[in-house]
């Protein structure tokens, strides 16, 4: 029988191709790319090995593992030999990846400028193909106490309640706010509905002297600011 005839598992390769056992005697970082994703996958198909098929993932995004973490279960799911199952073992490793680097990313003691937010928040928001809102809480210092995610919404926006925004402030004992969100269309113009809810919170905030100190749009590499703009 041809070696293309029958499904390839890991266990079935010669022991200097298998990733597991790689990882195992010679550490993690000995991986190649490919070969991580063959763990996360166990198996290729028919006609190709786990590292094989993984390579051939690889290769549709240029190889850039930023550019495959976007990709859909559905979108996976059109490889031949990834199903539902590795499809998802794919996506939730790489998710685990970029909550990682969230983790690790340099947290901001002080917010000095409107480049300090971005530094924060790109990594979180900047290449998501959704929505999401965030808001940064600051001290009298404007150190930033926590971050919070408030709501989350499809490709074209998001919907904000004050009221969330505000009673997280009073919770954290924050002085001032500053919001933030993304836009998955990579478009860094604020749109109508932008401008009138960075107003409506501004107000509100004034009423519980909390101040609005800037409102950023992100995107995966470049970010609009409000307050540059004197637009606030």
């Known amino acids: 029988m041809s070696e293309f005839n029958s499904s390839f598992s890991i266990k079935e390769w010669n022991e200097d191709d298998r990733p597991r056992e790689k990882l195992l005697v010679k550490g993690k970082n000995t991986l190649s790319d490919a070969e991580l994703i063959a763990i996360l996958i166990g198996s290729g198909n028919r006609e190709e090995s786990a590292v094989a098929l993984s390579k051939r993932i690889l290769a549709s995004v240029d190889h850039q593992i930023n550019t495959l973490g976007k990709l859909s279960v559905k979108q996976l799911m059109r490889f031949k030999g990834i199903g539902e199952a590795k499809a998802i073992s794919i996506v939730a490793g790489l998710e685990l990846g970029r909550r990682r680097r969230d983790e690790d990313a340099p947290i901001q003691s002080k917010i000095t400028s409107s480049r300090d937010v971005f530094t924060i928040m790109s990594s979180i928001i900047g290449d998501l193909e959704h929505e ?34 505000f009673r997280a402030a009073l919770d954290f004992g924050a002085t001032s706010i500053i919001l933030t969100h993304n836009h998955p269309s990579g478009s860094l113009n604020p749109s109508q509905s932008d401008r009138v809810l960075t107003n409506k919170l501004k107000m509100a905030g004034e009423s519980l002297d909390i101040k609005l100190l800037d409102h950023l749009i992100i995107t995966e590499k470049k970010y609009y600011s409000f307050a540059d703009e004197n637009i606030l």
């Open 132 to 165: 999401e809102f965030w808001v940064l809480y600051l001290n009298n210092s404007n150190k930033v106490l926590q971050k919070k995610q408030i709501s989350i919404g499809g490709k074209t926006g998001t919907l904000v309640d004050p009221r969330i925004v």
